[in-house]
C-alpha cells in the first residue's frame, strides 16, 4: 500500500469559480478516486485562499469586512465542488484558527532555522489614511504609456510595472497624493535554495508536464531573489514576532503552506502521524494540481519552504499543472462577457457530462477553446452511443426476453486478456496524470464490447443457440462490471448507475469477475441525448 497525497490549489476567494478552474482541479479527483481503488492511503486537500490585498481592497470600497467576502466564497466554492462530485479528503480556508496558528508554528521554524531576516525598505504611505499602502492601494500613471495604472499592471498598455516607478501615485481608497516612508519587513532567503532547487526540478523533470519544467527554469534560470515574508495588512495571519503586530504573513507564504495544515488535520483525524506520512520514503507519492499560472508557487516557493522547514519533508513529485480554457479563442474575462462559472455548468449540464468532457477535451498539453456545442457533441457521441448504448442494448434485451435474468456463462477468453491489459495501461496512465489518453482507451474498451456485441449477434443466437447467446450476453454483463471500475474515477455517479442496475460489488481497481446467475436490478437510460438548438 502507498501513501498518497493530492493536494489541489487553492482557488482564491474573490470571484466565482469557472471552467478554467475545472479544468485545472478535476484530475486531482480523479488521481485520488484512482489510488483509492487501488486500496492506497489517500489524502486529498485543498481550500479556499481567504486572504490578501485584492480581498481587503474590495471590502474597503464595498464598506463591509473581508471576512465577509471570504465567507461567501468559501461557501460557494464548497458547494460548486461537491455539484461536481468531488471528493476531498478535507477542504478547508486558510481564515480557520487551526491554519493560522499552525502557519505562525511553521513561519517560527523557519526563522529559528535561519532563513527569514528584517530588511528596511521604501514604501508609499497614505497621509490621510495614516497607513502603508499594498500596491494594489495604489493608482498612477503608467511610465510606459502614460495611462491610467493601478498596483502593478497598467490598465491601458496592459504592461507589468514596478509600482516604485509610477508616476502621480494617489491613494486608490481618498485619492490622496502618497508620500514614501521607511518601513521594515522579514524577507524568506529565497536565494538560499537555488541550487537545492536545480537539482530538485533536474531530478523531477519526468514527473512533470512540459509546461512545468519550462516555466520553472525560467524562474531558475535567471537567479532567485529574496521575498518579502510580511505585508501590511489588517487581514491575515498574524507575523509571530514582536515588533511586527502591524502587519500580517504574505499570502503566498501562508496559503501555500495550507498542504501542510490541511495534511495534518487529516492525519489527526485519522490517528496517522503526520511527520512520518510527509518525510520522504519510497512509498510515498505526491501530487500537485493546478493551472499553469500557479506553477512557480508549487515547483519553486512550496519546495523552498519545504526545505526551511524540514529538509526530509518530501518535495513535491509530481506537478500536474493544465493550460488554459479560452472561450471564443480569447482567454476568459469577465468584463468580456466571455465566461462560464462551474456552477452553470453543473446546473445546466449532467455533471458527469461535465467532468467526461472536461478531461476529454482538458488543456493538459495546450489552450483548449471550450464550447457548449462540441460538449453536447462529446456527450451525445461517446457517453449515449458507445457507452450508455452498449449497457442499454444488452440490458434491454435481456430484460425484456428473460425478465432481467442474466445467466453463468463461459466468459471470450480474448475479452478476459484485454480487460486484464487495460487495468495495466489505463492506470498507469492515470498515475502520469496522462488522463485524457486513459479516458480514451476505456472509450476503446467501450467500443470493443459493441463491435463484440455486433459481431455475435446475439438477437439471432437467441434463436439458434441458446447456449452461444448466453456466452455472448455473459462475456458483456463482464465488460460493463469492468466497465464500472473503469469509469469510477471519471464519472462516479453514472457508473454507480452500473453498480446498482448489475448488484455490483464497491469499487476496486481490478479485474471485475462474475460469479453465478445475475439479476437486473431497476433499469434505466444511462445518459439521455441532448438535443442542439
Not at 469557472?18 to 481503488?37: C, E, M, T, V
Not at 528584517?118 to 499602502?133: A, G, I, S, T
Not at 459481431?455 to 464500472?484: G, H
Request: glycine share 6%; hydrophobic share 35%; charged share 25%.
Amino acid at each position: 500500500m502507498k501513501d498518497i497525497l493530492i493536494g489541489g490549489a487553492w482557488p482564491y476567494a474573490n470571484n466565482s469559480l469557472h471552467i478554467g478552474h475545472l479544468a485545472a482541479l478535476l484530475p486531482g479527483d480523479i488521481i485520488a478516486r484512482y489510488h483509492r481503488g487501488c486500496g492506497n492511503n489517500v489524502i486529498y486537500v485543498s481550500g479556499t485562499d481567504c486572504h490578501g490585498t485584492p480581498i481587503t481592497v474590495r471590502a474597503k470600497k464595498e464598506g463591509i469586512n473581508p471576512i465577509d467576502i471570504a465567507n461567501k466564497y468559501h461557501n460557494e466554492f464548497t458547494n460548486s465542488f461537491k455539484s461536481l462530485d468531488f471528493s476531498y479528503d478535507f477542504y478547508t480556508a486558510t481564515m480557520t484558527l487551526e491554519h493560522k496558528k499552525q502557519v505562525q508554528e511553521f513561519y517560527k521554524i523557519i526563522l529559528n532555522n535561519g532563513y527569514i531576516y528584517e530588511k528596511e525598505e521604501e514604501q508609499d504611505f497614505c497621509p490621510k489614511c495614516n497607513e502603508y499602502l499594498s500596491d494594489r492601494e495604489i493608482i498612477g500613471t503608467c511610465p510606459l504609456c502614460g495611462g491610467h495604472a493601478m498596483g502593478e499592471q497598467c490598465d491601458d498598455c496592459l504592461s507589468p510595472i514596478n509600482p516604485k516607478e509610477l508616476k502621480d501615485k494617489k491613494c486608490k481608497i481618498c485619492n490622496t497624493n502618497t508620500i514614501v516612508k521607511n518601513n521594515k519587513h522579514l524577507y524568506f532567503k529565497l536565494s538560499s535554495f537555488q541550487d537545492i532547487l536545480n537539482e530538485y526540478v533536474e531530478s523531477h523533470k519526468d514527473n512533470w508536464r512540459k509546461n512545468a519544467y519550462n516555466e520553472t527554469m525560467k524562474y531558475l534560470n535567471l537567479g532567485l531573489i529574496d521575498r518579502a515574508t510580511t505585508r501590511q495588512l489588517t487581514w491575515g495571519v498574524d507575523v509571530p514576532v514582536d515588533g511586527y503586530e502591524d502587519k500580517k504573513i504574505y499570502v503566498w507564504i501562508e496559503a501555500v503552506l495550507g498542504y501542510l495544515t490541511a495534511t495534518m488535520k487529516v492525519c489527526k483525524d485519522r490517528n496517522i502521524d503526520f511527520e512520518s506520512f510527509v518525510t520522504d520514503h519510497k512509498d510515498l507519492i505526491t501530487y500537485f494540481v493546478h493551472g499553469k499560472d500557479n506553477i512557480t508557487f508549487h515547483t519553486i516557493i512550496y519546495p523552498a519552504l519545504l526545505s526551511a522547514i524540514n529538509p526530509k519533508y518530501q518535495l513535491p513529485q509530481k506537478i500536474i499543472s493544465c493550460e488554459y480554457v479560452n472561450m471564443n479563442d480569447e482567454k476568459m474575462s469577465k468584463s468580456k462577457g466571455n465566461l462560464i462559472t462551474m456552477d452553470e455548468l453543473a446546473s445546466t449540464y449532467n455533471k458527469d457530462t461535465v467532468r467526461f468532457y472536461m478531461i476529454l477535451n482538458g488543456p493538459e498539453k495546450k489552450d483548449v477553446n471550450f464550447s457548449s456545442d462540441d460538449l453536447i457533441l462529446v456527450h451525445n457521441k461517446f457517453l449515449v452511443g458507445v457507452i450508455g448504448n452498449f449497457i442499454n442494448r444488452n440490458l434491454s434485451f435481456v430484460n425484456k426476453k428473460f425478465a432481467g435474468v442474466i445467466k453463468e456463462a463461459e466468459i471470450d477468453v480474448n475479452i478476459t486478456a484485454r480487460t486484464k491489459a487495460i487495468y495495466d495501461e489505463v492506470g498507469s496512465l492515470i498515475n502520469d496524470g496522462e488522463l485524457k489518453e486513459a479516458l480514451n482507451k476505456i472509450i476503446e474498451y467501450a467500443t470493443l464490447g459493441n463491435k463484440y456485441y455486433d459481431e455475435r449477434q446475439p438477437w439471432i443466437q437467441v434463436k439458434e443457440d441458446i447456449s452461444l447467446f448466453n456466452e455472448t450476453t455473459y462475456t458483456c454483463v463482464y465488460i460493463m462490471a469492468n466497465l464500472f471500475n473503469l469509469l469510477n474515477p471519471f464519472i462516479p455517479s453514472s457508473a454507480d448507475k452500473i453498480k446498482k442496475m448489475l448488484s455490483l460489488q464497491s469499487f476496486k481497481w481490478e479485474e471485475y469477475k462474475l460469479n453465478g446467475d445475475m439479476k437486473i436490478n431497476n433499469l434505466e437510460l444511462l445518459f439521455n441525448r441532448i438535443d442542439t438548438l
